[in-house]
């Protein structure tokens, strides 16, 4: 079955994770990935930030680390050196066609190549180019590199997460690089659309911290509401009460109370019904003014509970409750086999014969993702894909 974006070829300059994160979603889609990789690095960066590494048959590393796989399935790998005329020139052909090219150097990083957005759309007016940087191309920061701390410590999103008198935490993963990736692939489709209707292709410029900054959402806009800084909530929320992580007897529960009626019935659970009708907490904004007080009187009550019987006490009552999962319990779920988010791709250089991943969480009826390519080895396929464009493998400098 043909994918959503089957014909669509897109020449892949990027490399770490925003970037990739994108063309590895049009590769689901259906998209035929090229990605360029420097001879002179071995590749992507990512190649080598591990351990872990996957282990080939005879249980030597690889150079398929966990971090270059989580973004990089789907595509073909081809090692050019743009910085030799051959490799300018095997881009330019295969800019030629493609129908989109995505690259993630600092401004203007490209042009001495001849490679930036200027050059190939005037060549290629058709060309969707989206253009990733750490802080877009125009404003006093445009030259400033640009890596998912700094989006998330300059975006201000550092500044909301961790413990009320902690110190500011980043987000466990490269939140701010994904999150960009996901934009970049939102504004690659609607420029894909709008060439499809009228032949004109166009220049996305896109910047990591922008993007970081888009989803700050009701907090970023509760501050230019009042003008008052945000304050650090760990794992309570500034609006909600109660909506938190509590301790159990035996490990941690979440629970969610969203309305009035959920948190009567989380009273009547707690065998305390009182609470509910006791005006100081009866409503929202009640809890949130005596939101301390609350919160000992919960805990007391949750501390002495196993987790088991709190999430089926709530569960029975349609109050929102959920454990706080490990990632080995979380992938040993009835739920994420039932719903495809672990998945495994063969390749039979490889330990095992194959590579585990997490699954696209897309699941589309007519057109469904694909999992066609695992992630690629370095270079392997620039002899292939270089012939079926009609172009010389030796043409490349790859070395």
Same mark, same amino acid.
């Given at each position: 079955?043909?994918?959503?974006?089957?014909?669509?070829?897109?020449?892949?300059?990027?490399?770490?994770?925003?970037?990739?994160?994108?063309?590895?979603?049009?590769?689901?889609?259906?998209?035929?990935?090229?990605?360029?990789?420097?001879?002179?690095?071995?590749?992507?960066?990512?190649?080598?930030?591990?351990?872990?590494?996957? /282990?080939?048959?005879?249980?030597? !590393?690889?150079?398929?680390?966990?971090?270059?796989?989580?973004?990089?399935?789907?595509?073909?790998?081809?090692?050019?050196?743009?910085?030799?005329?051959?490799?300018?020139?095997?881009?330019?052909?295969?800019?030629?066609?493609?129908?989109?090219?995505?690259?993630?150097?600092?401004?203007?990083?490209?042009?001495?190549?001849?490679?930036?957005?200027?050059?190939?759309?005037?060549?290629?007016? !058709?060309?969707?180019?989206?253009?990733?940087?750490?802080?877009?191309?125009?404003?006093?920061?445009?030259?400033?590199?640009?890596?998912?701390?700094?989006?998330?410590?300059?975006?201000?999103?550092?500044?909301?997460?961790?413990?009320?008198?902690? !110190?500011?935490?980043?987000?466990?993963?490269?939140?701010?690089?994904?999150?960009?990736?996901?934009?970049?692939?939102?504004?690659?489709?609607?420029?894909?659309?709008?060439?499809?209707?009228?032949?004109?292709?166009?220049?996305?410029?896109?910047?990591?911290?922008?993007?970081?900054?888009?989803?700050?959402?009701?907090?970023?806009?509760?501050?230019?509401?009042?003008?008052?800084?945000?304050?650090?909530?760990?794992? /309570?929320?500034?609006?909600?009460?109660?909506?938190?992580?509590? /301790?159990?007897?035996?490990?941690?529960?979440?629970?969610?109370?969203?309305?009035?009626?959920?948190?009567? !019935?989380?009273?009547?659970?707690?065998?305390?019904?009182?609470?509910?009708?006791?005006?100081?907490?009866?409503?929202?904004?009640?809890?949130?003014?005596?939101?301390?007080?609350?919160?000992?009187?919960?805990?007391?009550?949750?501390?002495?509970?196993?987790?088991?019987?709190?999430?089926?006490?709530?569960?029975?009552?349609?109050?929102?409750?959920?454990?706080?999962?490990?990632?080995?319990?979380?992938?040993?779920?009835?739920?994420?086999?039932?719903?495809?988010?672990?998945?495994?791709?063969?390749?039979?250089?490889?330990?095992?014969?194959?590579?585990?991943?997490?699954?696209?969480?897309?699941?589309?009826?007519?057109?469904?993702?694909?999992?066609?390519?695992?992630?690629?080895?370095?270079?392997?396929?620039?002899?292939?894909?270089?012939?079926?464009?009609?172009?010389?493998?030796?043409?490349?400098?790859?070395?």
């Amino acid at each position: 079955m043909a994918g959503a974006l089957d014909g669509v070829k897109v020449l892949d300059l990027s490399r770490i994770l925003a970037g990739p994160t994108c063309t590895q979603l049009l590769g689901d889609l259906g998209a035929e990935v090229w990605k360029i990789e420097n001879p002179a690095s071995d590749g992507d960066d990512t190649r080598k930030w591990g351990p872990p590494f996957v /282990e080939d048959p005879d249980g030597a !590393r690889t150079d398929l680390s966990a971090y270059f796989m989580c973004a990089n399935r789907n595509k073909r790998s081809i090692a050019v050196d743009i910085a030799t005329p051959g490799g300018q020139a095997t881009i330019r052909a295969m800019a030629a066609e493609a129908d989109v090219v995505i690259e993630n150097f600092k401004p203007d990083g490209l042009k001495k190549y001849g490679l930036d957005h200027a050059s190939l759309l005037m060549a290629h007016p !058709r060309l969707v180019y989206c253009s990733i940087s750490g802080y877009g191309q125009t404003g006093p920061n445009r030259d400033k590199p640009g890596y998912d701390l700094m989006a998330q410590g300059f975006g201000g999103i550092m500044s909301l997460t961790g413990e009320p008198e902690g !110190r500011p935490m980043k987000v466990a993963v490269g939140i701010a690089d994904v999150m960009c990736g996901m934009y970049a692939t939102v504004g690659i489709l609607a420029a894909l659309r709008h060439r499809d209707a009228t032949g004109e292709g166009q220049h996305i410029d896109l910047a990591l911290v922008d993007s970081q900054i888009s989803w700050l959402i009701n907090e970023g806009v509760a501050h230019l509401v009042t003008g008052k800084e945000r304050k650090r909530q760990g794992n /309570e929320h500034a609006t909600i009460v109660p909506y938190q992580t509590f /301790e159990a007897a035996d490990g941690h529960v979440l629970i969610a109370v969203g309305n009035d009626s959920q948190y009567a !019935r989380f009273c009547d659970y707690l065998g305390r019904p009182d609470l509910a009708e006791n005006p100081d907490y009866a409503t929202n904004p009640a809890r949130i003014q005596n939101r301390s007080k609350l919160l000992k009187i919960i805990e007391g009550l949750l501390a002495e509970r196993s987790m088991a019987d709190i999430i089926a006490g709530l569960e029975a009552r349609k109050v929102p409750v959920g454990p706080v999962n490990t990632l080995g319990q979380l992938f040993a779920t009835d739920q994420v086999a039932a719903r495809g988010m672990k998945i495994d791709m063969a390749r039979d250089d490889v330990a095992g014969g194959a590579v585990p991943l997490i699954g696209n969480p897309l699941k589309l009826s007519k057109t469904p993702v694909t999992y066609r390519h695992a992630p690629p080895r370095f270079g392997q396929d620039t002899a292939d894909v270089l012939a079926a464009l009609g172009l010389l493998p030796d043409s490349n400098d790859a070395g």
